[in-house]
């Protein structure tokens, strides 16, 4: 009696085992969604508190679409919003707000974003938007970020005109969508300066982009920079990670602040103006601007861009991607220390990119356990936006053939300069104007679901997969 007890015990083991081995291969959340007729490129993607909804935001022909996620990540609906009648609109940045409002900015002009911004409030619920403005700065140029300012009410939008080419900084009343006049600046170096993303840290302004110490593109340096938020003066201003007196092209695109620590990306040509040979970085710095480490990533290929860095789990997501045709879409993790947890490409059509032509903020973010993406593929000349999502681990579904696993080598930068620059700092009053946004309609666009949520079939493969 006691064998055959200890072999039913024994049976029973090995079936858990193997159980326990064929839902850990199924509990991934990877999923990749193609949605559009040929004409749609996803921009940015946003988390609703209110609603516990994501929403994606894109372009499709010369209007502004919206995309409603629900909880499981599925489509609740998709509208087409005009917000300039007859001018195509361009997204650089969406946010939800404390109120549950949908607020986009972006750019109206053509794909190279060469024209003016413009912003507005909509409210997703009844369908309403509530304002909008033209954004025309001294001249035409492009919005590069929007965030909001928490508890006031407002919206911080990043400008960048063409001539003189200087970062500038509007604040807008959330209520009303005017200028606060204490607030609105222009900051200026050398040649061009954009300032790409901006956080609000324990009543500081980070913000993160590329300053141009000089009159060349080979003086172009990632830059951070740290903000008064009731007056847009600086505290400092960074540059890096290269000498003035060398030929480098760098630029900055996105920061996280955690535990005190701010977290950057940035990338360039750390010895030359190129910008089809370029790596990526990631800088850990102190909030008064000591550089703790400098890292580079070799992403397969040549022509590595970054764009976003979120803080997911135990480390940080990075998304980017290979520029270079046939590109592909690069997601990968790193701990606190700098170090590569896993990375992951996604290559769906001839070409999957993400945006990043005159600054795109938002284009990830983390919900829960949960990193979602929005970009775009391309084949034979037909877009299509794309919303993608991984775990916080990294987890593929076995049956993902899209999603691949890769090697991304790391070495940390000995060879780094970073100085401190005075930036010339002016009052810049843009010219607001009213449009007349039509009403945002309902529309179908064809969906495809390459990569498909794994769903947890029984109880004991919703135990495993929870760890439980």
Request: with cysteine; charged share 20%; hydrophobic share 35%.
């Amino acid at each position: 009696m006691r064998l055959l007890v200890l072999f039913v015990q024994n049976f029973l083991l090995l079936l858990f085992f193997n159980v326990n081995v064929d839902a850990q291969k199924q509990c991934g959340t990877s999923f990749l969604k193609s949605i559009g007729n040929g004409n749609e490129i996803g921009f940015t993607v946003a988390y609703s508190q209110m609603e516990n909804v994501v929403y994606a935001c894109g372009t499709t022909h010369d209007s502004v679409i919206i995309v409603r996620l629900d909880q499981d990540f599925n489509i609740d609906w998709i509208r087409k919003l005009d917000i300039i009648p007859g001018r195509p609109e361009y997204v650089n940045g969406m946010i939800v707000d404390k109120d549950g409002k949908i607020v986009i900015a972006g750019t109206i002009a053509t794909l190279e974003n060469e024209g003016y911004g413009f912003i507005c409030r909509y409210d997703p619920q009844s369908n309403t938007t509530m304002w909008s403005r033209e954004v025309r700065g001294s001249l035409d140029g492009v919005c590069s970020a929007l965030i909001e300012l928490p508890d006031a009410d407002q919206y911080l939008f990043s400008y960048n005109p063409n001539s003189p080419n200087n970062a500038q900084l509007f604040l807008f009343d959330a209520t009303t969508g005017a200028i606060q006049s204490q607030f609105s600046k222009e900051y200026g170096l050398g040649s061009s300066e954009t300032i790409s993303d901006i956080v609000y840290y324990n009543g500081t302004l980070y913000g993160v982009g590329r300053f141009t110490d000089g009159p060349s593109t080979a003086e172009m340096r990632t830059t951070l920079i740290s903000l008064d938020p009731l007056t847009g003066m600086p505290g400092y201003t960074l540059l890096g990670h290269k000498p003035a007196s060398t030929s480098a092209r760098l630029y900055g695109f996105d920061l996280v602040i955690d535990q005190d620590t701010i977290y950057y990306v940035s990338c360039g040509n750390e010895s030359s103006a190129s910008i089809s040979d370029t790596k990526v970085y990631v800088q850990k710095a102190t909030l008064d601007g000591q550089i703790i480490w400098l890292k580079e990533y070799n992403f397969p290929g040549q022509n590595d861009w970054v764009n976003e860095i979120v803080k997911t789990g135990d480390g940080f997501a990075i998304l980017g991607s290979n520029r270079i045709a046939p590109s592909d879409i690069i997601i990968f993790k790193i701990n606190t220390a700098g170090d590569v947890l896993w990375g992951r490409k996604f290559d769906r059509d001839q070409n999957d990119n993400t945006v990043s032509v005159g600054g795109v903020s938002s284009q990830m973010v983390a919900v829960g356990d949960e990193i979602i993406f929005t970009a775009y593929s391309e084949q034979s000349g037909s877009y299509n936006m794309i919303i993608g999502g991984l775990s916080t681990d990294g987890d593929i579904k076995d049956d993902c053939d899209i999603i691949e696993t890769i090697d991304i080598p790391v070495r940390e930068v000995k060879n780094k300069t970073y100085y401190f620059v005075n930036t010339e700092v002016g009052d810049e009053t843009p010219l607001l104007l009213t449009p007349t946004p039509q009403t945002a309609i309902d529309i179908d666009l064809e969906e495809e679901n390459s990569c498909v949520n794994g769903t947890v079939q029984t109880q004991i493969e919703a135990t495993i997969c929870s760890g439980s």
